[in-house]
T-cell receptor
Framework: EPEVTQTPSHQVTQMGQEVILRCVPI?????FYWYRQILGQKVEFLVS????????KSEIFDDQFSVERPDGSNFTLKIRSTKLEDSAMYFC????????????FGPGTRLTVL | AQTVTQSQPEMSVQEAETVTLSCTYD???????LFWYKQPPSRQMILVIR??????QNATENRFSVNFQKAAKSFSLKISDSQLGDAAMYFC?????????????FGTGTSLTVIP
């Protein structure tokens, strides 16, 4: 069964460094998402992406964040200058069509900012 | 903005027994979708069950069923004949039917322990 995959599973970085979190959505899916979950808190929406552009973003998704689909298979989340409060689990999700309800989630990347 | 509340951070159930996980939400919309996702330890979230708000009939998926009370904005998950493999974090989620971005709003999750 097709799955969303994410790499790395755990990323440790120093404050102020740039990180890129990678996701490979399910191959025929068209809608892509990033969510994050700070430890002990709820899963929060960051951004949705369709047709090579951002379709919606939350207040969390400020200028330090960017997303890209560089090669038609990967979907990346970049954090330009990480802060301590960026430490969280980051989930990627994808969906096949606008009307299809279910989003398929990846296993997450745990980002630790020191 | 929509909010989803799961008031039970942890629940436990004896194997083969029934457990109900609660979820409430707040919205001004009339058309939306509700979901329960399961996240086993170190695994990705997988869909357990979904409910369309326009449907009065409660969704059922094998041992999993929901009690959807639209007026009360309540969406609880019942797990019957609990199995060890049901142990996981369970997230309730809301999605607007009119939101073109289709973002999900999640609750904080309920950690379910199944006692052999």
């Amino acid at each position: 069964e097709p799955e969303v995959t994410q790499t790395p599973s755990h990323q440790v970085t120093q404050m102020g460094q740039e990180v890129i979190l990678r996701c490979v959505p399910i191959s025929n899916h068209l809608y892509f998402y990033w969510y994050r979950q700070i430890l002990g808190q709820k899963v929060e929406f960051l951004v949705s992406f369709y047709n090579n552009e951002i379709s919606e973003k939350s207040e969390i998704f400020d200028d330090q964040f960017s997303v890209e689909r560089p090669d038609g298979s990967n979907f990346t989340l970049k954090i330009r200058s990480t802060k301590l409060e960026d430490s969280a689990m980051y989930f990627c999700a994808s969906k096949g069509s606008l009307l299809y309800n279910e989003q398929f989630f990846g296993p997450g990347t745990r980002l630790t900012v020191l | 903005a929509q909010t989803v509340t799961q008031s039970q951070p942890e629940m436990s159930v004896q194997e083969a027994e029934t457990v109900t996980l609660s979820c409430t939400y707040d919205t001004s919309e009339s058309d939306y979708y509700l979901f329960w996702y399961k996240q086993p330890p170190s695994r990705q979230m997988i869909l357990v069950i979904r409910q369309e708000a326009y449907k009065q009939q409660n969704a059922t998926e094998n041992r999993f069923s929901v009690n959807f009370q639209k007026a009360a904005k309540s969406f609880s998950l019942k797990i019957s004949d609990s199995q060890l493999g049901d142990a996981a974090m369970y997230f309730c989620a809301y999605r607007s039917a009119s939101n073109t971005g289709n973002q999900f709003y999640f609750g904080t999750g309920t950690s379910l322990t199944v006692i052999p």
